[in-house]
């Protein structure tokens, strides 16, 4: 019980920001674009140049792949959804949804309660690999739920997160090393980029009409969205051990967590951003982060 105590308390105020945003924004009207334009221009490619830094060498080359190659197999678990049974969301929407996983604000809390913290640098990499996919292909797909393909093209190509993950990548290669001094102040943009992504889940929740709710429509989904990725990351974790076998043991327990995670926030970032799908987006992360406090709280108890 003591690591779930540890775990909400690292949780739950972080995601009292959805409620103060869904009042902020009633109350107000605040424009998402004050939050999710500093996130994007600012905050989200500091906390990934600082995050490649801090990653572990040896298995850089490992984890990455391994995430980046789950976010690729989602697109097709997302597209038979959206062929089976989920024909009312954007296929798009969904493709982005499935493929990037809320590693950095439920992971570090969830592996630091598990497993200490001498393993977040472990699940730092593993996030690259989501933020990678994410942050270009995710965010692709998010803009072409309004624009033309070349449209979308150029609006991916004006995010700083490309070319900061690269020029990260050259640092870490060069030797480079976060500064001490640095830790103390990243951990606090660390809590204002999660703080932030809720508070834009908030607003754009504020315009949601919650009359004949399909509750069992998006459970099906969540739940169809988690299975399958357990399923891949099983497939791609099975053949990095009989391949390669690079990982020590609690790297596979800590990469079996991460199809527990819900949707990121950086999914209705974007979609506030763009103006494009902010409710559907929103929808998808909260109530993916309702189903993961439950799964992730059982994965707490059994480990």
């Keep these: 019980m003591k690591v779930l105590f540890e775990l909400y308390a690292e949780l739950l105020p972080v995601m009292a920001f959805i409620p103060l945003g869904y009042f902020v924004k009633k109350k107000f009207d605040v424009s998402d674009s004050y939050v999710s334009t500093p996130l994007i221009k600012v905050l989200l490619p500091l906390l990934v140049f600082f995050n490649v830094l801090d990653a572990e060498a040896q298995k850089l080359y490992i984890l990455p792949v391994l995430t980046f190659l789950l976010a690729l197999g989602m697109v097709p678990a997302a597209n038979f959804a959206h062929e089976r049974f989920a024909k009312e969301s954007n296929p798009?929407?969904?493709?982005?949804?499935?493929?990037?996983?809320?590693?950095?604000?439920?992971?570090?809390?969830?592996?630091?309660?598990?497993?200490?913290?001498?393993?977040?640098?472990?699940?730092?990499?593993?996030?690259?690999?989501?933020?990678?996919y994410g942050d270009t292909i995710g965010y692709f797909q998010v803009a072409k739920t309004k624009l033309s393909f070349r449209e979308a093209f150029k609006e991916v190509a004006?995010?700083?997160?490309?070319?900061?993950?690269?020029?990260?990548?050259?640092?870490?290669?060069?030797?480079?090393?976060?500064?001490?001094?640095?830790?103390?102040?990243?951990?606090?943009?660390?809590?204002?980029?999660?703080a932030a992504g809720m508070l834009i889940v908030g607003f754009n929740l504020s315009e949601v009409k919650l009359e004949n709710f399909k509750w069992k429509?998006?459970?099906?989904?969540?739940?169809?969205?988690?299975?399958?990725?357990?399923?891949?990351?099983?497939?791609?974790?099975?053949?990095?051990?009989?391949?390669?076998?690079?990982?020590?043991?609690?790297?596979?327990?800590?990469?079996?967590?991460?199809?527990l995670f819900p949707v990121a926030a950086n999914v209705t970032v974007f979609a506030s951003f763009l103006g494009s799908e902010q409710k559907q987006s929103s929808l998808l992360v909260f109530l993916s982060m309702l189903l993961s406090l439950v799964l992730v709280s059982l994965a707490a108890l059994l480990f």
């Design 92 to 132: 798009l929407l969904l493709r982005s949804s499935f493929s990037f996983f809320n590693i950095a604000f439920f992971g570090i809390p969830t592996i630091t309660a598990l497993f200490g913290e001498d393993k977040v640098s472990t699940l730092i990499c593993i996030y690259l690999g989501s933020a990678l």
């Design 158 to 194: 004006k995010i700083p997160f490309l070319y900061v993950f690269i020029a990260a990548i050259i640092c870490k290669a060069a030797g480079v090393e976060k500064p001490d001094s640095f830790e103390s102040p990243l951990k606090v943009v660390s809590f204002i980029v999660s």
């Design 217 to 259: 429509y998006y459970f099906r989904l969540l739940s169809f969205r988690t299975v399958a990725a357990i399923l891949i990351l099983g497939l791609l974790g099975g053949g990095e051990y009989l391949i390669f076998n690079q990982l020590e043991k609690e790297d596979y327990l800590i990469l079996s967590l991460v199809p």
